[in-house]
């Protein structure tokens, strides 16, 4: 992990990286697949897994292509993920803490629905951006690309987006969706 956090800090991807960081982010790969992946992916300090298939490989093998691109503000790199939280009310006013006596929070809540959070990052241009949704649907993902096209990057001859592998984020998806979301600019 050491030789990750040293390659994205110097290639300027962030001005700092954590163990931790990039150790939820291959969690969360772990998660995504269909089957676990033994080993450690390529670039630290063991093997990539002998089980990775060669379409993670391949995409792997892109997205290492994309981060040593130099900057070029025309052709902005730009990360996009997203996760769903659920959104909680407290039942009980908390009691304060007294000298000699820590907090008290009651662990009863009120469920109060969810929410769907859009992470846009573009490291070279040192900008980040989270859009807040009701719901995670193609559509809502089509309009966070239509306004990072058209509010946030609206310069920028193509955009460059590096994103996971849901079936939501397929060029297909984007065809779809692009007529409900009045989004014509081309993203690859």
């Given at each position: 992990m050491k030789l990750l956090e040293t390659a994205v800090v110097e290639l300027n991807i962030v001005d700092r990286a954590s163990d931790n960081t990039i150790g939820r982010t291959l969690k969360k790969h772990d998660q995504a697949s269909p089957q676990k992946a033994v080993g450690h992916p390529a670039g630290c300090q063991q093997p990539a897994p002998a089980k990775a298939g060669a379409a993670f490989v391949a995409g792997m093998e892109d997205v290492l292509e994309v981060y040593h691109r130099p900057h070029d503000p025309?052709?902005?790199?730009?990360?996009?993920?997203?996760?769903?939280?659920?959104?909680?009310?407290?039942?009980?006013?908390?009691?304060?803490?007294?000298?000699?006596?820590?907090?008290?929070h009651d662990y009863e809540y009120e469920r109060m629905g969810?929410?769907?959070?859009?992470?846009?990052?573009?490291?070279?241009?040192?900008?980040?951006?989270?859009?807040?949704?009701?719901r995670h649907a193609a559509v809502d993902y089509a309009q966070v690309l239509k306004e990072l096209s058209d509010t946030h990057f609206s310069e920028a001859k193509k955009i460059v987006l590096v994103q996971d592998n849901l079936n939501t984020h397929k060029p297909a998806s984007l065809y779809e969706m692009s007529e409900k979301a009045g989004l014509t600019r081309r993203l690859h």
């Open positions: 025309a052709r902005p790199v730009v990360c996009v993920d997203e996760t769903s939280k659920q959104l909680i009310a407290e039942t009980r006013v908390p009691i304060a803490a007294k000298p000699g006596h820590p907090a008290r969810t929410a769907n959070l859009f992470m846009m990052f573009a490291p070279l241009e040192r900008w980040r951006h989270v859009k807040v949704t009701e």
